[in-house]
């Protein structure tokens, strides 16, 4: 299960657009690309992608994404799964996985 990622490469200071990160999982590390854009740092993409193409449970990582980055930027956890579904069309399809995962946190 998702744990945590981390920035590898990438200055936001500088305005850089691509970023590499690392997925920490419980099973696996990966290093991945993630685009930064207006709305910020776009790491649920290549989240996403890595988990579909690993076939494991994208909804239930995607709410411990969610969780993680709530914690770590004290956000509440439905608005920004709702800001994050209007701007990312990616996450939309595990909308409903990811509701019912949130009632369990």
Avoid: H, W
Avoid at 49 to 54: N, Q
């Amino acid at each position: 299960m998702f744990e945590r990622y981390s920035v590898i490469d990438g200055d936001y200071a500088k305005k850089d657009k691509l970023y590499t990160i690392e997925i920490i999982d419980s099973s696996f590390n990966e290093r991945v690309v993630a685009e930064c854009n207006e709305d910020g740092l776009n790491v649920m993409s290549p989240i996403i992608a890595v988990y579909e193409r690993r076939e494991l449970n994208v909804g239930a990582n995607l709410t411990k994404v969610i969780a993680y980055l709530c914690k770590r930027f004290k956000l509440e956890p439905k608005g920004f799964l709702q800001r994050n579904i209007a701007i990312n069309k990616d996450i939309a399809k595990y909308k409903e996985d990811i509701e019912k995962y949130l009632t369990l946190l």
